[in-house]
């Protein structure tokens, strides 16, 4: 075959590949497909079954002395300089060591829109209720990768499409715990949604750390929500939004 030809030949098979091509897409048939379990995939189809699971340190502590909690709290965010972007009122809920907490307060928004099934995640171990006594538990913890028992699960996790996944930024991560439960349960075939709530380190690693921990198969979206914590309280359509993004009919 010279040149002339083969030159008119792949013409041919260009055009045609194009045209059949044309015919997928006016059928609605996808003609490539993405593998993996990183993906950012609209949330469609018909009705899904929807998980809420999230980690806040005021479900996972003992308060024996509420006003020393908070205190606690606040004298770290003086510490990092962050204190006056709260107001009083603001500065206590944010400590998230007074119940709801901030990933809950994010969880319910999430739950208002979308429906689904709220579950919260706790350890069989309660951290210390002083704030730098919590935080160097978890700094152990990341240290020595270790993987929190804990107290309660999902008995029905196989009738879940959907799992959101809320956390603080516990330095710069996910807490261990949260791993516990990623590693726990087969994700395989689920659509996870990680949100998480956080001072001045934003979102940090956590996305990075946490995909790992779920199974080749798992649609992990990494367009997470995430929320500064002095504005978890008025955050809803900020999480509104964030969800019709997704595909989701809020």
């Excluded at 059949?20 to 996808?30: D, E, M, N, R």
């Excluded at 300089?81 to 709801?100: H, K, L, N």
Aim: aromatic fraction near 12%; glycine fraction near 6%.
């Amino acid at each position: 075959m010279n040149i002339q030809n083969l030159y008119h030949h792949v013409k041919i098979r260009t055009a045609q590949f194009i045209a059949f091509c044309c015919v997928l897409l006016f059928a609605g048939i996808p003609i490539f497909c993405q593998t993996g379990n990183s993906q950012n995939t609209a949330i469609t189809g018909g009705k899904q079954k929807i998980l809420i699971a999230y980690f806040t340190w005021a479900d996972n502590t003992r308060v024996t002395d509420t006003a020393a909690a908070v205190q606690s709290a606040l004298q770290h965010y003086e510490a990092m300089g962050d204190a006056s972007r709260y107001t009083e009122t603001d500065a206590v809920s944010s400590a998230s060591v007074v119940p709801p907490g901030n990933t809950a307060i994010v969880a319910q928004f999430i739950q208002d829109a979308v429906d689904g099934d709220l579950f919260s995640i706790q350890t069989a171990e309660p951290y210390p209720a002083n704030y730098n006594d919590c935080l160097n538990r978890a700094s152990e913890e990341k240290a020595r990768n270790i993987r929190p028992v804990l107290a309660n699960h999902v008995e029905n996790m196989e009738d879940y499409d959907i799992v959101f996944l809320g956390y603080p930024n516990w330095w710069y991560s996910v807490p261990m715990a949260v791993l516990t439960f990623a590693e726990t349960y087969d994700f395989r075939g689920k659509t996870v949604i990680p949100f998480c709530c956080h001072g001045t380190g934003g979102l940090a690693r956590s996305i990075r750390d946490l995909r790992p921990a779920f199974d080749t198969g798992t649609n992990f979206i990494t367009d997470a929500f995430g929320v500064y914590r002095p504005n978890t309280s008025s955050c809803r359509p900020q999480v509104t939004e964030w969800l019709k993004k997704l595909g989701f009919d809020t």
